[in-house]
């Protein structure tokens, strides 16, 4: 049974910073790893996909990352905003019959002070 | 573009009466869809999906149940809600064919009281 851990569980750091944001899963034979944004009260904003024949993708400020072998995936958020302020959850894509799901993380909730 | 609409958005229920909550896609066919539910202070659970219309498949026993009349629509439904029922529920979708990422819609927040 796939399982996600994320750390921290919560993390509080300084406008500008860098920062990395951690997610392991136990079982390697996954489709994709799938980083999520999600404010206070609302649904999920998908950030970044990797496939699992992948090693990372980029958009804009955001970089992650993916590991199989180790089952590791990283975001890295560059010059952080306070507007980068949310939970980040992560997500491993695995198989169901005939179709796909998500396994989910339990988020790092994350507070960029001005 | 592709998108996905759940209502309602907020709701407040006694215990034991019925729950309908609903999502529809827009701009696609023939998608995945899923329910998630997200109880507090746990993770995102995934309580059904459906790879077409009639076809319902369950996560986890529950006392919810899940129907997909038409091809972009999925009713996430109870006849008598519990206390245990109280969450943030999530309906999403995924493209069957092509593209591995799954798109979430604003979710709906039941109490049930």
């Known amino acids: 049974k796939q399982e996600v851990t994320q750390i921290p569980a919560a993390l509080s750091v300084p406008e500008g910073e860098n920062l990395v944001l951690n997610c392991s899963f136990t079982d390697s034979a996954i489709y994709n790893l799938q980083w999520f944004r999600q404010d206070p009260g609302k649904g999920l904003t998908s950030l970044l996909l990797i496939q699992s024949s992948q090693r990372e993708q980029t958009s804009g400020r955001l970089n992650a990352s993916l590991d199989k072998s180790s089952g590791r995936s990283t975001l890295y958020i560059a010059a952080s905003q306070p507007g980068d302020s949310a939970t980040y959850l992560c997500?491993?894509?695995?198989?169901?019959?005939?179709?796909?799901?998500?396994?989910f993380g339990q988020g790092t909730r994350l507070t960029i002070n001005p | 573009s592709q998108t996905i609409h759940q209502w309602p958005a907020t709701l407040v229920q006694p215990v034991g009466s019925p729950l309908s909550l609903e999502c529809t896609v827009e701009?696609?066919?023939?998608?995945?869809l899923y329910w998630y539910r997200q109880a507090a202070g746990r993770g995102l659970q995934l309580l059904f999906y459906s790879v077409g219309i009639g076809q319902i498949s369950s996560e986890v026993p529950q006392n919810l149940s899940a129907s997909r009349p038409q091809d972009r629509q999925f009713i996430l439904s109870s006849k008598k809600l519990l206390l245990s029922d109280s969450g943030f529920y999530l309906c999403a979708w995924r493209r069957r064919y092509s593209g591995n990422t799954i798109y979430f819609g604003e979710g709906s927040w039941l109490t049930v009281v």
């Open positions: 997500a491993a894509g695995v198989a169901i019959q005939g179709a796909q799901k998500l396994v």
């Open positions: 701009g696609t066919s023939n998608p995945n």
